[in-house]
């Protein structure tokens, strides 16, 4: 299973930026997806916004009412729709799926799958 972002870049502050990320590569079931923030001067991912399979969202108190979270669970993908930007978002945005395979009795948990990361830059 791979997990891969995109929609990265540079946003002017007050500006909007998307991004994606999807799973692929098997026969699996994504559950609950996240987003995460790691910011240049901290060591700690910080957990943005998540969504579970029936489309559940909950946000972290920096970015309710300028992010929103949504996916499609047809295409295992997940979106973040970046409004009101900040340069304090700027960071390398990860995405992570919890990830389990029905169909494999040899796995039976869920399984913690990231992406490698895409970085925003806000700055004017």
């Known amino acids: 299973v791979q997990v891969v972002e995109s929609g990265g870049g540079l946003a002017h502050p007050g500006g909007s930026l998307r991004l994606s990320c999807t799973a692929s590569g098997g026969d699996f079931r994504v559950n609950d997806m996240r987003w995460h923030h790691e910011g240049p001067r901290t060591v700690q991912r910080k957990v943005l916004a998540s969504i579970t399979r029936a489309g559940e969202a909950t946000y972290g108190d920096s970015v309710k009412g300028r992010f929103t979270i949504s996916r499609d669970n047809a295409k295992n993908t997940v979106y973040l729709q970046m409004d009101s930007l900040i340069p304090e978002d700027t960071g390398v945005y990860y995405c992570?799926?919890?990830?389990?395979?029905?169909?494999?009795?040899?796995?039976?948990?869920?399984?913690?799958?990231w992406g490698q990361g895409t970085q925003v830059t806000v700055a004017s």
């Open positions: 992570s799926a919890e990830i389990d395979f029905p169909g494999d009795s040899r796995y039976s948990g869920v399984y913690p799958y």
